[in-house]
């Protein structure tokens, strides 16, 4: 599986005097939802090995409801790079994209130590 997808209601405990989340709690699910993503696809345990960027776009007030994507985006020989976006419902029924990342896994063997992604996109 090379995708994954969450959704959240942003309540008001998540969010900061302003009323808006976090921006540690979105990179917190974005490092989550990476994760998930890489591990089904390597289909072992992997490790988060660097975060290339995170771009927040738009602020993203309590109240509404983010879905946060995670997709396979690029596999080395033990690596996978994972782009994520993150995306926010409004009130015309469209959505609208809040934040995006790359995240870098390294897939790992019983050791801990890496080891060879058997798949390729």
Do not use: H
């Not at 090995?49 to 771009?55: P, T």
């Not at 994520?84 to 409004?90: G, K």
């Amino acid at each position: 599986m090379r995708t994954t997808k969450m959704s959240r209601a942003i309540m008001p405990g998540m969010t900061n005097q302003r009323g808006v989340l976090f921006g540690g709690q979105l990179m917190a699910w974005m490092d989550e939802i990476s994760g998930i993503t890489a591990k089904r696809f390597a289909e072992c345990e992997v490790a988060t090995v660097a975060v290339e960027q995170i771009k927040f776009l738009a602020p993203i007030p309590g109240g509404v409801f983010l879905d946060v994507c995670g997709e396979v985006v690029s596999v080395g020989t033990t690596s996978m790079k994972v782009a994520v976006e993150a995306w926010m419902d409004v009130s015309d029924g469209q959505a609208q994209k809040v934040a995006e990342g790359m995240f870098i896994y390294v897939a790992l063997d019983e050791q801990g130590r890496p080891r060879k992604v058997e798949k390729s996109l």
